[in-house]
């Protein structure tokens, strides 16, 4: 076993950053760690995924659902996930600033990750951030991530339970943003709930909820996080949500296709890395896209030319 | 020459509406038209980009595009990229309906695509949609999509010039926002200018292209769409980025890498495709899976086993 590794399993909080700054740069150093690690309990720890527009609230509410496991005696991972930056830290730094009054319980590690620069993006580093903490022994691993577009979409595949968050009087964007958000909510949470609009934005929600016939009809959770209100109520969703995701088997449907995602991604990656390589000594996808741009060629022989250099 | 592409070359609107289902059903016939409009003067439109926070008045400041577009005698496509919805049309039904005045001009086409579903998502479905209103002869394509994310930097990386759309009292968000966006604005516009607060966003972009020691810098214009204010300098700016990508040898940097990513989303979507599909008489990726989530497997041995299996 590499001392890596080892520190790892062990739970020591620099060797755990010291693992996901190898997922952020995805070298050989990392294979090594996965694949030691990888075959240690994994699958283990609840993931929790937290989502929502900029503005709902969403490094309070990661900080009250912090506290709140904390006193149920878990440890807590938390990755502030920027789809945005490709800058580890960049835009989510004053998040993570908010969030330090956790920095001095060694139950709580915290850390921002950039995946833009990533090969696959979220799909890729994310899931094995994940088993980084679940080896390192946390409870619960929460997931937040600004929820707009595709990243909202991944981040709910690889998580057990999807918690997102909404705002009252955020313009007709939240609106706009509600057409997918009812397949990836778990649990939604109604943040700022004592300003203008809260009951609006939950009639919404139930009207929407009521029309959905999948057999788990998402809560629908006010909260005012600032004070802490309503955190029992999220707590308690969350909780139905795990028991149902065990009762029904869906919760091992849904840790198989985290499985599945993650090898793929791998896979992907791994392919994508040979394709724009050097092969037979030249960079073949360059000259293709040459020929391609000067209409030579149309992109799909292009393609089979590639695949069948490989 | 199929019949459709024949079609579509004539610039006819059924024959593009039905070129761009293809697209997004993404089965043989579209490798069929594509092979044959791909090869035919490709690249020739100019594809400017659009993205902004929900909110912000995309699909107002869209339709003033279209309509100063309109004036010069250029013909234009329009592409409302939903990053978040599975369904055609479902959430951008609203803007869709919106931008209707344009609706019985035959030099404006329309269309919503919802990019979710897809494999490769934006990165696959758009280029493609690009390549078929670029052969059916239209000067001038907008992309238009909602600004947090991936989807952004997608929206960015196809486009000739993106334009990044703000709007002045949006929360804190808006400045959450804004560490990913210098990277990909070309054109800054600050909607809602009548709008307390506005001054504001303009001194911050205005700092924050000063630090920029980039080649080109993002040009700061102020506009009330609504009322149609400030477009003749969204398109004064457009033009001197464009002017900047011809002299500057930029944009045939540009126009390359967009030939070599719609190969590679082409290629990767070709081996997903693959890789998820039954090989040896078994489904080998669900097998791998199911080792992977027993801890037999790490997922690196298991993406190995996999590609040597292709």
Redesign the interface.
């Known amino acids: 076993m590499t001392p890596l590794a080892d520190d790892v399993l062990a739970g020591r909080p620099r060797a755990i950053a010291r693992a996901i700054s190898l997922v952020e740069n995805a070298g050989t150093a990392l294979?090594d760690l996965?694949?030691?690690?990888?075959?240690?309990?994994?699958?283990r720890a609840r993931v929790v995924g937290l989502t929502g527009?900029?503005?709902v609230g969403k490094s309070t509410s990661t900080g009250t659902l912090i506290e709140a496991a904390r006193k149920r005696g878990e440890k807590v991972g938390v990755l502030a996930v920027?789809?945005?930056?490709?800058?580890t830290g960049?835009?989510?730094l004053?998040?993570r600033v908010r969030m330090q009054e956790h920095a001095t319980d060694s139950g709580v590690f915290i850390r921002s990750m950039a995946t833009?620069g990533h090969l696959g993006?979220?799909s890729w580093a994310v899931p094995?951030a994940i088993?980084v903490l679940d080896a390192a022994g946390f409870d619960l691993i929460l997931v937040e991530t600004?929820?707009?577009?595709?990243?909202?979409?991944d981040i709910a595949s690889l998580a057990d339970s999807t918690i997102v968050l909404l705002a009252p009087g955020?313009?007709?964007?939240?609106q706009?943003?509600?057409?997918?958000?009812l397949?990836i909510a778990d649990v939604f949470v109604v943040n700022k709930a004592d300003r203008e609009g809260a009951q609006a934005t939950i009639r919404e929600l139930r009207n929407m909820v009521a029309l959905s016939g999948a057999p788990w009809r998402p809560p629908i959770v006010s909260t005012v996080a600032v004070r802490g209100e309503g955190v029992d109520d999220v707590v308690a969703a969350l909780d139905a949500h795990a028991e149902y995701l065990e009762k029904s088997g869906q919760g091992?449907v849904r840790?198989?296709?985290r499985?599945?995602d993650?090898?793929?991604a791998?896979?992907?990656a791994?392919?994508?890395a040979r394709?724009?390589g050097p092969i037979h000594g030249d960079r073949r996808?360059?000259v293709?896209?040459?020929r391609?741009?000067a209409?030579?060629?149309?992109?799909?022989?292009?393609?089979d030319e590639?695949?069948a250099s490989l």
């Open positions: 294979r996965i694949a030691v690690i990888g075959t240690r309990q994994p699958y527009s900029p503005g920027d789809p945005s930056s490709p800058f960049g835009a989510l004053g998040d833009r993006g979220l094995q088993r600004v929820g707009v577009g595709q990243a909202e979409v955020m313009g007709d964007g939240v706009a943003a509600k057409a997918g958000i397949e091992r840790k198989l296709a499985a599945r993650e090898i793929e791998i896979v992907l791994a392919l994508r394709i724009g996808l360059d293709l896209a040459e391609a741009l209409g030579k060629i149309d992109p799909y022989s292009a393609a590639l695949i």
